[in-house]
């Protein structure tokens, strides 16, 4: 039994995993203590589910539990490792480098940063949405103290050459941080085999709750340093002060279980439902794939139905939430400066859709959005060749 709309928006957030769910529950209720008291039981019980919380989340990126703080989710881990580099190592230089097409969270601190004297390296991204490893060498100065480039990307699920960049960054003493907020959980990530300085993910894209992420930050080989940007209490080894989220943490540690333990049949699975979607749609006239086809997550494609309008595609998908290549800001609807990098004209980043597939998305779902798909762009060419 199928049920609509049939959620294909999973780059957006997914859905809790039961399992994760019913990890997290009693930290609600029964062992509902600070995990900073320590004094008593209650304390201990949440301590104790912070530390195991610790350790599924390292053994997820292969660190040591202890280099890992818990924030609120991407957006302030982000921040936490952008502004705490800048701060610790302004005496090194003021020079950040990252690219066009990373999510508003590090976009918009780089931004603030800039304001602070802040000076920063915008890469452009070939068609396929990637770096050029030779422009970010050329853009090197003796000033910059960081090299920020995301896993994945979000709309398009481009993967960087992550390694290749993590190598340039420390030929040149340079840090190295990456968002991997869509890479964790769906591919594999290893902060040592990468060699990543500063990893930034959250809970809610990886079927864990929402409003619960973490900041790897190195200490083995190179002790990375980051001033921190909450004081009070001196939580997280100071890093991150504030009560911890305990049932957020433990849901987060369970969703990062769970993923290590089956992203090879996530990952297989996925694959092949995706490019049975993704082949079947392609099939349509003027149709086109955004972003390299090659380095990508297996479970997402961003495709472009070109001369269609946006908006009547969107409305016309009514049993479909995905994503389209637009996004609200305050003023109006904008199209995705992550198309246009790719080189995206507004209409075309208008007429594109996002799918973003999941653990719980089914064959038949899959069978059901092509067929929908299908229908709605054939009527729309219908009437406007009219
Ligand atoms: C979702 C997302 C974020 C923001 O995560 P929050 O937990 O919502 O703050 C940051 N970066 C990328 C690439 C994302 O996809």
Known sequence: MLKFPIYLDNNATTPVDPRVLDALLPYFTEHFGNAASRNHAFGWAAEEAVDFAREQVAALINCKPKDIVFTSGATESVNLALKGVFETYASKGNHIITAVTEHKAVLDTCKHLEKLGAQVTYLPVNSEGLIDLQELETAITPKTILIAVMYANNETGVIQPIREISTIAHQHGILFMTDATQAVGKIPVDVEADQIDLLAFTGHKIYGPKGVGALYVRRKNQL???????????????????????????????????????????????????????????????????????????????????????????LGLKDLAVSSGSACTSAAIEPSYVLKALGLSDDFAYSSLRFGLSRFTTAEEIEYAITHVRNVVDKLRQIAAH
């Open 224 to 314: 990375v340093k980051i001033t921190a940007q909450m004081d009070g209490g001196g939580h997280e080894r100071g890093l991150r002060s504030g009560t911890l989220n305990v049932p957020g943490i433990v849901g987060l540690g369970k969703a990062c279980e769970l993923c290590l333990l089956e992203m090879p049949n996530d990952h297989t699975r996925l694959k092949t439902l995706r490019d049975h979607l993704e082949s079947e749609l392609l099939q349509i006239t003027d149709t086109q794939l955004n972003g390299s086809k090659m380095y990508r997550l297996p479970h997402v494609t961003n495709l472009t139905f070109k001369h269609l309008e946006g908006e009547s595609l969107m």
